[in-house]
Structure formats: C-alpha cells, structure tokens
C-alpha cells in the first residue's frame, strides 16, 4: 500500500524532493496534494510533477483527509508553525531541517505530536545514505578502535541568496549547514551531549554569521572540529579518526556516496535524476522518503535513526553556538541568558 504524501510549499527543495520520490515505485509512494501560499504557483507544480490536487493555502492541505504525511520544505522560520498545523490535523511529518529556530520550538514540536500521536522527523537526509549506514555498522563493530575524533567542513558561496542573509528569514550557516555538521559528530558519538562547546563566527553585515567554527568536547577526550561558511565553497570533506583506523569522506560530507575505510575506496552511487535539480545529490532525498514509508508501515511515531531526542540535542548545541558568537533571531529571548555550561 502506497504512502500518501502532501507537499508543504512550491520551493527549490521541495521540487527536488517531488523528483527523488518519483524514482520510487508508485506502489509504494504517491504525491497527492501540494500547499502553498501562492495557488498559482501549487497548480504550476501540480501539473509539472503530476499531482491531483493543488491548495492556495497550508490549511488546505492539513484538512485534505487522504495525505498520510506531509513533507514541510518551507524556510526554516516557517517549520514550527507549519508543522504543528499538520500535526494537530492527526498528519505525520516528515520536516526539513533544521527541525525548528531553536530548541524551544523543537520541544514544543516534539509535545504536540507526541499528544495527536502522530509521526514526526526532522529531514536530516545525511542519516540516510548508504555512505552513512556503512559508518554506523563500522562504529557499531569498534572497527575503528576508539573513536577520538570527527572534522567535518561545509562551505558554498551563498552570500549573494537573499534568504541566507535576511535575519527575518533565519539567515546565516549555523541553522542552514552547521546543522549537517553537528549532526555528523553527534552520530559518530552517539547522540551524547558535549561537555563542552566553543564556538568563534564572522558575521555579516546584515548581524548573520558567514563564517563559523565550532569545538565540541566529548567525555573520554573525543573532540569534533566543524567548519562552515557562506563565503566560497569547500570539498565538504569529514574525518573519523580512531585508534584503529580513519574513515575519510572526500566531499559532499551532508550528501555523501564515496568514503574510504582505512583507505579502500567504497562507492554508493547515486541513480540518475530524471531532470535537472536544484541542488546537487538531491536524489539523496529519496532514502530518508522510503525510511519514512518504513517507519510508518511500522506503527513507529519517530524514527530509530534519526530520534526526536537527538533533534532537540542538535538544536540546543546550535543554540549555544548561535548565544557564543551572537546571532539571536525573533523567538530567541532563552537562549541570550543561558549558560555556556552544557551539562
């Protein structure tokens, strides 16, 4: 029985999604709706992907009675008053990330679905490409002896995108690619909180961060060293380095499919997109699509790989990070006054 997904806004990644999910079979997944703002520009979508009904309006789309689950890839700032919209229509969600502005919206996310008893994940697609579960299955059997540390990088000339500028809009590399990066360390060590966390960034002139640094100290000695900038694009490069070995993924680190383990070459590669995307290995979207699909024929409310309790771990290291270097946004008013102390 097919998964009946409703499309939450007519942008980029949206239309990349739309593609990835129709390179699975149909008997298994099926767009039947799309939302957004602008009725004009749903029915434009709804015709080029195929889809039979098109809303000018996200409450239309809560109340259509044959969507399963619903994939918000609106911006971010968006996220927690859309999400909880679906959610308390009884929808499952499948949200981009980062989950939410901040911790405290995640937390709230997290409460309403748990009461509607509905399913929700934050789109973390990483978690989901075979690259990534092969590095899970090698941590898990201590191939690497004992893991101390992580780096990862991620860097692409943004500065020039009116949405990575506009505070209004959740500007800025910590919330749009140092979530990739914090979520990585955060597999890799499994899930704990760090002991503490250092973070140095630049900011723009418009009061978002263009350039940022983050240490997170782990217990045991186990370090992560994260990079991202908006500035000029990087490999995308990470590193997980053990006693017994390194893993090395040489770029794309947020959608990898090449890795090398003790240095032997292992590829994944993507199946060919069956048109132009908007942003490059976005046919990665269709692994976290069926891992959803799998989740729900389950009966699960969250996902074993990418749990509600690791969202809200990731966003309150993102919101110490954001409090160290001094980018707040409309909602933050906790996070000026918390401590730096994360234990």
């Known amino acids: 029985m097919a998964i009946r997904w409703g499309i939450c806004s007519a942008g980029m990644i949206s239309h990349d999604f739309l593609v990835a999910l129709s390179t699975l079979p149909p008997e298994d997944h099926q767009v039947v709706a799309i939302g957004s703002r602008d009725l004009t520009r749903s029915q434009e979508y709804a015709k080029k992907h195929?889809?039979?009904?098109a809303y000018g309006s996200y409450e239309e789309l809560a109340q259509d009675p044959e969507v399963d689950i619903v994939y918000v890839g609106s911006v971010?700032?968006?996220?927690?008053?859309?999400?909880?919209?679906?959610?308390?229509?009884?929808?499952?969600?499948?949200?981009?990330?980062?989950?939410?502005?901040?911790?405290?919206?995640?937390?709230?996310?997290?409460?309403?679905?748990?009461?509607h008893n509905v399913f929700l994940m934050e789109g973390f697609w990483t978690r989901f490409f075979p690259v990534s579960e092969q590095i899970r299955a090698v941590l898990a059997q201590k191939a690497l002896g004992d893991v101390k540390i992580v780096q990862a990088q991620l860097g692409f000339p943004l500065k020039d995108i009116q949405r990575l500028v506009d505070k209004k809009l959740g500007g800025g590399v910590i919330l749009d690619l140092g979530c990739y990066c914090v979520q990585f360390a955060s597999m890799v060590f499994g899930a704990e909180r760090p002991q503490s966390i250092v973070a140095s960034g630049l900011l723009h002139g418009t009061g978002?961060?263009?350039?940022?640094?983050?240490?997170?100290?782990?217990s045991g000695n186990r370090q992560a060293i994260l990079n991202v900038t908006m500035m000029l694009k990087l490999p995308g490069g990470a590193v997980i380095g053990g006693t017994e070995g390194v893993i090395e993924i040489?770029?794309?680190?947020?959608a990898p499919t090449i890795m090398f383990l003790?240095?032997?070459r292992c590829e994944w590669p993507l199946p060919p997109s069956p048109e132009p995307l908007f942003f490059e290995n976005d046919m990665g979207l269709r692994y976290e699509a069926e891992h959803v699909?799998?989740?729900?024929l389950k009966g699960l409310k969250e996902?074993?790989?990418?749990?509600?309790?690791e969202s809200e771990l990731i966003a309150t290291i993102l919101d110490e990070v954001r409090r160290q270097i001094g980018v707040f946004f409309e909602g933050d008013g906790s996070i000026k006054g918390q401590s730096r102390n994360t234990k």
């Open 293 to 296: 699909r799998q989740c729900l």
């Open 303 to 309: 996902s074993p790989v990418m749990p509600l309790c």
């Open 208 to 218: 978002v961060d263009e350039t940022t640094a983050i240490i997170l100290n782990y």
């Open 262 to 264: 003790k240095g032997q």
């Open 76 to 115: 971010h700032p968006q996220h927690h008053r859309l999400t909880i919209l679906f959610l308390q229509a009884q929808k499952n969600v499948l949200c981009e990330k980062p989950l939410a502005m901040n911790a405290a919206e995640v937390r709230d996310m997290i409460r309403v679905a748990r009461q």
């Open 50 to 53: 195929g889809i039979l009904r």
């Open 250 to 254: 040489p770029s794309h680190m947020n």
